[in-house]
C-alpha cells in the first residue's frame, strides 16, 4: 500500500538520499582523520585525545537535537546526525588500517616518486580498502537508525517523519508498513549491493 501511491516513494528515496549523502560525508571525514596520524604527531595526539572521543562518546540522539535547535526542521539535521555518527567508525578502521600498512611497499613506492599525494592515491587508499569497506558498511547500518531520529524530530519528510505522523494518529498499520520498509532497504543494500561490491573488488585485488 506504501509502494502503490507517489508519496511512498518519495519519503523512501528522501530517506535513502540522506542516508547516502551523510554517511558519504562522513566518511570523507572519518578517512581523513584516520591517515593525518601517519603525516603528523600533533595530529595523532589531536585525534586521539580530542577528536575520536569526542565523537565516539556522544550518543546519536545528542547530535539530532543539536542539530535540530541550529537548523531547525530541515534536510541538513538529519544528513550532518548521521555524519557526526559515523566519523567515529572511519577513524578507527582506516587508523588500524594506517598501522597494518606494507611500510616496505610506501619506501619502494618512494624511490620512484616523492609526490606524497600520488604515493597516497596510489599506494596507501587502495591498501586501505578493506578497512574502509568495513567501516561504510557498519556505518550504513547506523545511519538508518540515526536517520529516523533525525526525520522523527528534526524533518518533514522521510520515513522517519511518515512513522511519526503514523504514530501521531495512531495508524499501526503503517507503524509496521514503515518499520519493514527499512528492514528490506537495509537488507536489500547489505545483500545485493555491498556483498556485491566486495566480491568485486576481491577477485580484482587477487588478480
Given at each position: 500500500?506504501l509502494l502503490s501511491s507517489e508519496s511512498g516513494?518519495?519519503?523512501?528515496?528522501?530517506?535513502?538520499?540522506?542516508?547516502?549523502?551523510?554517511?558519504?560525508?562522513?566518511?570523507?571525514?572519518?578517512?581523513?582523520?584516520?591517515?593525518?596520524?601517519?603525516?603528523?604527531?600533533?595530529?595523532?595526539?589531536?585525534?586521539?585525545?580530542?577528536?575520536?572521543?569526542?565523537?565516539?562518546?556522544?550518543?546519536?540522539?545528542?547530535?539530532?537535537?543539536?542539530?535540530?535547535?541550529?537548523?531547525?526542521?530541515?534536510?541538513?539535521?538529519?544528513?550532518?546526525?548521521?555524519?557526526?555518527?559515523?566519523?567515529?567508525?572511519?577513524?578507527?578502521?582506516?587508523?588500524?588500517?594506517?598501522?597494518?600498512?606494507?611500510?616496505?611497499?610506501?619506501?619502494?613506492?618512494?624511490?620512484?616518486?616523492?609526490?606524497?599525494?600520488?604515493?597516497?592515491?596510489?599506494?596507501?587508499?587502495?591498501?586501505?580498502?578493506?578497512?574502509?569497506?568495513?567501516?561504510?558498511?557498519?556505518?550504513?547500518?547506523?545511519?538508518?537508525?540515526?536517520?529516523?531520529?533525525?526525520?522523527?524530530?528534526?524533518?518533514?519528510?522521510?520515513?522517519?517523519?511518515?512513522?511519526?505522523?503514523?504514530?501521531?494518529?495512531?495508524?499501526?498499520?503503517?507503524?509496521?508498513?514503515?518499520?519493514?520498509?527499512?528492514?528490506?532497504?537495509?537488507?536489500?543494500?547489505?545483500?545485493?549491493?555491498?556483498?556485491?561490491?566486495?566480491?568485486?573488488?576481491?577477485?580484482?585485488?587477487?588478480?
Amino acid at each position: 500500500m506504501l509502494l502503490s501511491s507517489e508519496s511512498g516513494w518519495y519519503h523512501i528515496g528522501v530517506t535513502t538520499y540522506r542516508v547516502l549523502f551523510g554517511t558519504f560525508f562522513g566518511s570523507c571525514l572519518g578517512i581523513m582523520f584516520g591517515i593525518l596520524p601517519r603525516y603528523s604527531r600533533r595530529a595523532e595526539y589531536a585525534i586521539s585525545s580530542v577528536v575520536y572521543p569526542l565523537f565516539e562518546s556522544i550518543p546519536a540522539i545528542c547530535w539530532v537535537l543539536v542539530f535540530v535547535v541550529w537548523f531547525g526542521m530541515s534536510n541538513k539535521t538529519p544528513i550532518l546526525a548521521i555524519s557526526a555518527a559515523v566519523i567515529p567508525f572511519f577513524i578507527i578502521n582506516i587508523w588500524e588500517g594506517v598501522k597494518e600498512l606494507d611500510e616496505n611497499l610506501v619506501e619502494m613506492a618512494m624511490t620512484y616518486t616523492r609526490n606524497r599525494l600520488r604515493i597516497l592515491q596510489k599506494i596507501i587508499l587502495p591498501m586501505l580498502y578493506p578497512y574502509a569497506f568495513s567501516a561504510f558498511k557498519t556505518a550504513f547500518e547506523i545511519a538508518w537508525k540515526v536517520v529516523i531520529l533525525g526525520e522523527v524530530f528534526g524533518a518533514a519528510s522521510g520515513i522517519g517523519y511518515m512513522l511519526w505522523v503514523s504514530y501521531e494518529v495512531y495508524a499501526i498499520e503503517n507503524v509496521f508498513a514503515w518499520t519493514l520498509c527499512c528492514a528490506i532497504i537495509i537488507i536489500l543494500f547489505d545483500y545485493g549491493i555491498f556483498n556485491s561490491i566486495d566480491r568485486r573488488y576481491m577477485r580484482r585485488w587477487k588478480r
